[in-house]
């Protein structure tokens, strides 16, 4: 059974470090994973997906990486902004075909402090 | 573009009533999903749906949920008889559907939080 765990469960930072949260996953047979930011309150954003070929997606200061073999994920967050407060959820994808449940996380509570 | 749109935004109900949470997807995506977030849990899927069909419903619960899509209008996720227990918020998310790649990617609406007195 496939399970994501993302560590550290909550993170306060000054404004302006480069942070990294971490995403693992039990299975490695998956088919992508999403990486979405969740405001209070709020719907999940999608910001980056990785096919399970690739190794990594950059968006503006955003970078995620794959490990598959060693069923790892990294958010890489440059620059870090009070704006970037939130938290921040990965969910793989199992299969292709028309298994598209998502597995997800618990999440890490970002603050970024002015 | 409109993205996902979810109504309501939150729905209060009384034990035993009905919940009617409404989902239309982003303009030209023909594939729906639906997840719930309990307080302090997790997102758990619950079904995947096309235009009239159900794909995927592996994580609805077997009694007093369905979900539709219908070939005109929203997808609906029906609560029967709700319980306090049901109280989370429901997310709906669409894709395009075909294509691969970041055809699969799901976008999801802001939810509607159900509470249930």
């Known amino acids: 059974k496939q399970e994501v765990t993302q560590i550290p469960a909550a993170l306060s930072v000054p404004e302006g470090e480069n942070l990294v949260l971490n995403c693992s996953f039990t299975?490695?047979?998956?088919?992508?994973l999403q990486w979405f930011r969740q405001d209070p309150g709020k719907g999940l954003t999608s910001l980056l997906l990785?096919?399970?070929s690739q190794r990594e997606q950059t968006s503006g200061r955003l970078n995620a990486s794959l490990d598959k073999s060693s069923g790892r994920s990294t958010l890489y967050i440059a620059a870090s902004q009070p704006g970037d407060s939130a938290t921040y959820l990965c969910a793989v994808r199992l299969n292709a075909g028309n298994n598209r449940k998502l597995i997800w996380g618990l999440g890490t509570s970002l603050a970024v402090n002015p | 573009n409109a993205g996902v749109m979810q109504n309501p935004r939150h729905l209060v109900r009384r034990r035993g009533q009905e919940a009617r949470l409404r989902c239309s997807p982003v303009?030209?995506?023909?594939?729906v999903y639906w997840y719930r977030q309990l307080p302090e849990e997790g997102l758990k899927f619950m079904v995947y749906l096309q235009k009239e069909n159900i794909i995927d419903e592996s994580g609805m619960p077997k009694e007093r949920f369905s979900a539709e899509f219908p070939k005109e209008g929203p997808s609906i996720l029906r609560i029967q008889q709700v319980v306090r227990g049901d109280s989370a918020a429901y997310f709906c998310a669409s894709s395009p559907g075909t294509g691969g790649g970041r055809y699969d990617e799901q976008f999801f609406g802001p939810g509607t939080r159900l509470t249930v007195l």
């Open positions: 990785i096919q399970s």
């Open positions: 303009k030209g995506h023909s594939h």
């Open positions: 299975d490695s047979a998956i088919y992508n």
